[in-house]
């Protein structure tokens, strides 16, 4: 499926995997060594809520674009780092306003597109 930025009349990924069981939104992208330049994640989930997103067992960054059910994005986490060896370090993503869906993309592909908070999408 292809999703598309209504606001700023751009195709922001052509390819998405979704990801609506309990399983496959936990297991995300976890021990990929990527995903192709064009591609991202959506997970799918039943209500609105701020939910978070963890980068365990994850290879490489990504942007995580957080989205209400009327298909806006309320938050972005840009360059989410995966977690390291020290727990220190952990972090947890979450949105300070509620979503329904997350899409997970390669890091930077907000900012290169110019995709931001408020942006509508299609999908």
Request: include cysteine; charge should be positive.
């Amino acid at each position: 499926m292809q999703i598309k930025n209504l606001t700023r009349k751009k195709v922001l990924v052509r390819k998405t995997e979704t990801a609506s069981s309990i399983w496959g939104k936990a297991r995300g992208l976890m021990f990929r060594k990527d995903i192709p330049k064009d591609s991202g994640l959506l997970m799918v989930f039943e209500s609105e809520r701020k939910h978070e997103i963890w980068m365990f067992c994850m290879r490489f960054p990504i942007d995580i674009i957080f989205i209400d059910s009327g298909k806006r994005i309320v938050g972005i986490s840009h360059s989410a780092k995966p977690m390291g060896k020290n727990p220190r370090t952990w972090r947890i993503y979450r949105p300070s306003e509620t979503c329904k869906y997350v899409l997970e993309v390669n890091a930077g592909l907000a900012g290169r597109t110019g995709t931001e908070k408020g942006d509508l999408l299609e999908f």
